[in-house]
């Protein structure tokens, strides 16, 4: 009895075993120096801009004052957001290169302590303390990679990357920005030799505006490796929320405040 009951164990286990390695490999998430930056830049404008295009719409009936006030605010907020970027990049760097050199400085005049410090980490990691400490003897004959073991562990960063442009991600976020802003815009634009109903134009800037924040929900639920219905469903109704607060605040400012544009 005893050897059967080991036997269907046994082939339970290799059973089980085999189910897990004939499961589906995750997808992996999108990679790229620059796909975050064009994504989230686009998201960001689209939101913007329809913004925009909704509380002009509400207090003007003026698809021009749309247009120009569309465009110029686009463009200011291209600039912002690349410069932001740039700043954004630059200051992460240079405080993960200080943390670095402080580190350092830690590793050389406190190398004992800094050691005894990693191995307590890698036991909170579950490792077992032998384990552990020959893990960091080994890391304490590479003096850069024992640096940045610490400041993984106590930190939490990673090294600074040298080869890293802040300035080429400025760039692609204004350029991404400017491309994705303009599509709530397009239908003002398409539409001026076949229309001049203002209505008409609005409705189809909605329209256009959410099918670009569909495709670029995909595109985020890409990278995230999120579900791609749920994530697709909360950027469109982020863009909805966005859309209609700007309205309604345009509406209560023509008919409530009395401003017309």
């Known amino acids: 009895m005893d050897e059967r009951g080991d036997n269907k164990n046994t082939t339970s286990l290799l059973h089980s075993g085999d189910i897990e390695r004939k499961s589906e490999r995750p997808k992996e998430p999108w990679r790229g120096e620059y796909v975050k930056s064009i994504v989230y830049g686009g998201l960001d404008a689209i939101i913007t801009c329809f913004s925009l295009i909704s509380s002009i719409s509400a207090t003007t009936s003026s698809s021009g004052n749309v247009l120009v006030l569309g465009f110029a605010n686009l463009v200011a907020d291209a600039i912002s957001m690349g410069f932001g970027d740039i700043v954004s990049a630059s200051s992460e760097r240079d405080v993960t290169m200080e943390e670095r050199r402080v580190t350092e400085w830690d590793v050389l005049n406190s190398r004992e302590n800094e050691q005894r410090d990693l191995v307590r980490?890698?036991?909170?990691?579950?490792?077992?303390?032998?384990?552990?400490t020959a893990v960091v003897n080994i890391?304490?004959?590479?003096?850069?990679?024992?640096?940045d073991q610490r400041m993984a562990a106590d930190k939490g960063m990673l090294p600074a990357d040298q080869e890293?442009?802040?300035w080429k991600n400025g760039l692609v976020t204004f350029a991404s920005f400017m491309v994705f802003g303009s599509i709530p815009l397009l239908s003002f634009i398409i539409l001026i030799p076949f229309t001049d109903n203002d209505s008409v134009k609005f409705v189809s800037a909605c329209l256009v505006s959410s099918l670009g924040l569909a495709l670029l929900g995909v595109a985020r639920a890409r990278i995230a490796g999120q579900n791609m219905m749920l994530t697709t469903g909360v950027t469109l109704f982020s863009g909805v929320i966005a859309g209609a607060a700007a309205y309604l605040v345009g509406w209560l400012l023509k008919h409530v405040a009395g401003i017309e544009g």
């Not at 980490?121 to 552990?132: E, F, K, P, R, T």
């Not at 890391?139 to 640096?147: A, H, P």
Request: neutral net charge; charged residues 25%.
């Open 121 to 132: 980490y890698y036991q909170s990691l579950g490792m077992d303390y032998n384990d552990a």
């Open 139 to 147: 890391f304490t004959k590479y003096n850069d990679i024992l640096v």
């Open 164 to 166: 890293k442009k802040p």
